[in-house]
């Protein structure tokens, strides 16, 4: 019997491959730890396929463990930096070849801090994302109001001694082969830019940037956008977004400015 609100539909489905590099062997599932098992001289990798397309009748859009399968037999014969466009574009080639469902993305995980991540539409260009943390407390308010008329647009959020956060802040570029250190670079733009004036402060009271500006997540991402863009292409990397989050429920990304 067919189900008449589930005869078609688009899903996207991401999978990670968990591996250890260089993947010396096809044995072992995709557990929780790499495969092979760790060993000296290989590091813990994960490749994220992420494809699209309509289920079948089985409600599978493919089966996972092909997805497995196709990352493993392309990784056992790659041979180069797999940090790069080209690693990206061969693996792409094996999911196809794979007949695995059309690909909207691929990211390479290489430290809980640094992910690599690309996009089939834009296939000359390679992102790097790096994850930074910093503490700061903050206290919800528009300039000019009464505490009565803030606590009613933000509740426990502007109490007027404020509250703190640890926020993660999610940067990234665009990576250019040109560039050497490209990583160490961004790490000492975002340290120098962001990190000190933001880290361990009040952003009400201790920060320019917010004193007319409301603390807001949306703009603490706005503000690290401001901050970052221009130093980072001195730097020789172009920013493609930035994204704080205040919880782990709750983030926002501002895009950078074209
Ligand atoms: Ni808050």
Known sequence: ???????????????????????????????????PPLVAG????????????????????????????????????????????ACMRSLADSCASAALPPLIGLSLRVSPQHIYHWDPAMPEQLNLQVSFEFSAS?????????????????????????HGHNYRLDV??????????AVAMLER?????????????????????F???????EHIALVCRNLLQTPLRAAGLDLVSVTVWETAKTCATVQAAV
């Not at 009040?202 to 320019?208: A, E, I, K, S, W």
């Open 1 to 35: 019997m067919t189900i008449p609100h589930l005869r078609q539909f688009t899903a996207s489905l991401a999978r990670t491959v968990r591996s250890s590099w260089p993947l010396q062997s096809q044995q072992g599932t995709n557990g929780f730890g790499a495969i």
């Open 42 to 85: 290989s590091r813990y990798i994960e490749w994220t396929v992420r494809c699209s397309g309509q289920p079948d009748h089985s409600g599978y859009l493919v089966n996972i463990t092909r997805i497995d399968e196709a990352v493993r037999a392309w990784a056992a014969a790659w041979p180069a930096a797999i940090e790069s466009v």
């Open 138 to 162: 903050h206290r919800l308010a528009l300039p000019g109001r009464s505490d009565a008329e803030n606590h009613a647009l933000f509740g426990k959020c502007s109490n007027p001694n404020g």
């Open 172 to 181: 990234v570029v665009a990576t250019d082969p040109s560039v050497p250190n």
């Open 189 to 209: 733009v975002v340290d120098r830019e962001v990190m000190s004036r933001l880290d361990h402060k009040h952003l009400n009271l201790d920060c320019p940037e």
């Open 211 to 217: 004193a007319q500006l409301n603390p807001s997540v």
